[in-house]
């Protein structure tokens, strides 16, 4: 062969055994070729990325991106159209059908000895220099040097890895691979979906630079520098309570950095869950309409029962006054006068019934005090029961349930509560009890969201009928009765009021009822927690009154700053996650005094995890309590908030005493 000739060719030789490798290097520069050395298929594509050679010379089996990728890679490219690739293989013999079929070289050859690689390697340079001449179809037919046999071992191991690829190719979960500095070396089809890259534009590409990811760009990439490239080991997660967003996909990740045989590498999972996201949404969307038709229901049966209600009662008032100015001076005295009270009795329960509807605003409570809820549950009882005949049992707990009150409304709800138990029962018997309990976890008893914390209870017992499953949900409704509309007992505000009084004092209403096995009605109110009390002899110390709160609706900071504000606090008022930091960092350097408790939204309007916001805040100030709050129950950091690192929980809307009992339940632990 004309040396001359071979003077310009470029050449990459790929091999990850260096012995192997070096031989291969050595007789193609003896032959008059340039060559470049890689000892994997990503250090090629490193190399690649500077030079286009003439003929890529590789192995298959490698480690960091097979021969077989590369060559996929390189055949994807224009700008590698004209390279001519030579497979020097020892599994020639063994996997001769399938590198035929799938492997798209343009000539492959079954590794010898190195005299027989000398002349293969001579072979493969005059097959490049005469390409155009010969049919590809004859330059693909392997070259296997005379004598050489299949290996049974080999053949074992290859059909080994080609199941696992099987098995890698068909999850559904997309599995990416990267070295320690975070270059994608492996992937399967489903991540290449998901992402809707090809294997050829994620392979070789660090990770951080194979998509835009958005609001998770400076996570993933503050993970490739400290736990995958550092050693720091830790996996990061993208949960589906704050998604990555994928064009039309919604996709939940982990980042795992694992060592195996001293050898760090990273496996990237993505998970598809957007039938899931999309069908939770239109649950959502469905919940929220029903939500509103029941309240539409409720608001038109309301207004239905009140405009009814005054009607009557305007038209005894107007009635009265009518033949009060028809009647002629001289009538009789006494009955101008029983007319009048007619009318004076009827504007009266006008006025109660519109102090009743006041209960439903926050405003409706005007004179609080500390009270002994077993001692004003007592008196309430003896006075109701002295001015309607029944049978009740009364069990009172001993232990500490002092609670600020408006005692006249907590009176009149638990007797609305002992008027519905009456008409329940009949002639039976009616038990009431109190006592204390704590909550550690947030409860939905009966459909009903309970904050964590510690409570004063009332149980209202009867012997009814009880209450349909069906039915039990509507007992809150205004108006609303399991009776005839024609009948007056039973209809009116009722329990809608006892639930308006207790959640105005902060409280919460249960009611848990069967059919056919009456009714408990609970009542719960949160245990006050005087400055002065004594605990184990010993004064409890006045504990630190600054509380950050992280609200990014203006309105609902500004409402929640002024409402902490009345209750005694000192409130930094921020939007979102990364101003709070900013505000806890001057407080740590300035040392002022340090926020003990955070109320965190986490409503996602941020589009922030809470997770990773109530991590942020704790590592700035690792003793901070940090709340929960949001309007939708449901949400799983809502019922298991301790699991997710918040101390409570607080559900919107809030109300003044509710906010004080969730700030006192994580700040006096």
Not at 286 to 294: C, E, F, N, T, V
């Amino acid at each position: 062969m004309n040396q001359n000739n071979l003077m310009k060719i470029n050449v990459l030789a790929v091999d990850n055994n260096p012995v192997l490798l070096k031989a291969i290097s050595t007789i193609l520069s003896q032959e008059g070729c340039e060559v470049s050395e890689a000892g994997t298929g990503l250090e090629a594509l490193e190399i690649l990325d500077q030079i286009v050679p003439d003929i890529l010379f590789t192995d298959l089996i490698m480690p960091r991106v097979s021969g077989e990728q590369l060559c996929r890679i390189v055949r994807s490219s224009e700008k590698y159209n004209d390279v001519f690739i030579v497979v020097l293989s020892a599994t020639v013999l063994e996997d001769r059908n399938r590198i035929m079929e799938e492997v798209n070289c343009d000539l492959c050859i079954a590794k010898g000895t190195i005299k027989e690689i000398r002349n293969q390697i001579k072979g493969a340079l005059q097959a490049f220099h005469s390409r155009n001449d010969v049919n590809p179809s004859q330059l693909h037919i392997p070259v296997i040097p005379k004598g050489l046999k299949p290996s049974d071992v080999t053949g074992e191991l290859l059909l080994e890895k080609q199941h696992h690829i099987e098995i890698l190719s068909n999850l559904n979960e997309g599995i990416l691979e990267l070295t320690q500095q975070g270059k994608i070396i492996t992937v399967n089809q489903s991540v290449c979906d998901i992402l809707e890259c090809s294997e050829e534009q994620l392979t070789g590409t660090r990770l951080k630079d194979a998509r835009d990811w958005g609001s998770f760009q400076t996570a993933i990439n503050q993970w490739m520098l400290e736990e995958l490239g550092a050693g720091g080991m830790k996996t990061l997660h993208i949960f589906e309570d704050e998604p990555l967003h994928i064009n039309s996909r919604v996709v939940t990740a982990s980042f795992i950095a694992a060592n195996e045989n001293n050898s760090i590498f990273g496996l990237c999972i993505f998970r598809d869950i957007t039938r899931q996201y999309q069908a939770e949404q239109h649950n959502k969307e469905l919940d929220d309409a029903i939500k509103l038709a029941r309240k539409m229901d409720a608001m038109s049966c309301m207004a239905g029962g009140m405009a009814h209600d005054f009607n009557n009662l305007l038209t005894v008032i107007c009635g009265n006054l009518d033949i009060i100015s028809l009647q002629n001076k001289q009538e009789n005295a006494e009955s101008l006068e029983h007319l009048i009270h007619q009318a004076q009795k009827a504007a009266l329960i006008a006025v109660d019934l519109t102090r009743q509807i006041s209960c439903f605003s926050n405003f409706g409570i005007v004179n609080r005090n500390e009270e002994n809820l077993p001692s004003l549950v007592e008196k309430t009882i003896r006075q109701y029961f002295s001015d309607n005949k029944g049978e009740y049992e009364l069990e009172l707990s001993r232990g500490n349930c002092i609670v600020n009150v408006d005692a006249e409304e907590i009176s009149t709800a638990i007797g609305n509560v002992l008027q519905n138990a009456q008409e329940s029962s009949g002639n039976k018997t009616i038990s009431i009890s109190v006592s204390g309990i704590k909550f550690i976890e947030p409860e939905i008893i009966s459909g009903q969201y309970i904050p964590a914390g510690s409570y004063a209870q009332i149980d209202i017992k009867d012997n009814g009928k009880g209450i349909d499953k069906d039915e039990l949900f509507k007992v809150f409704d205004p108006y609303y009765s399991t009776k005839e509309r024609g009948v007056v007992k039973g209809m009116g505000l009722g329990l809608t009021i006892v639930y308006a009084t207790f959640r105005n004092h902060g409280g919460h209403v249960v009611v848990r009822s069967a059919d056919g096995c009456g009714t408990v009605v609970s009542l719960y109110l949160p245990v006050f927690i005087p400055k002065k009390l004594l605990k184990q002899g010993t004064p409890i110390k006045e504990k630190n009154n600054s509380i950050l709160l992280v609200e990014p609706d203006t309105q609902m900071r500004e409402i929640g700053s002024i409402m902490l504000t009345h209750l005694g606090f000192k409130v930094i008022g921020v939007a979102n996650s990364s101003e709070a930091i900013l505000e806890l960092q001057g407080i740590i350097n300035t040392a002022d005094e340090k926020p003990a408790v955070a109320i965190l939204d986490i409503s996602g309007i941020n589009k922030e995890s809470p997770t990773h916001c109530c991590r942020l805040i704790k590592q700035v100030i690792p003793e901070i309590q940090v709340i929960a709050m949001s309007g939708t129950i449901l949400d799983p950091v809502m019922e298991n908030c301790h699991q997710y690192g918040f101390a409570n929980s607080l559900p919107k809307p809030y109300t003044m005493d509710g906010l004080r009992h969730v700030v006192n339940s994580v700040r006096y632990k």
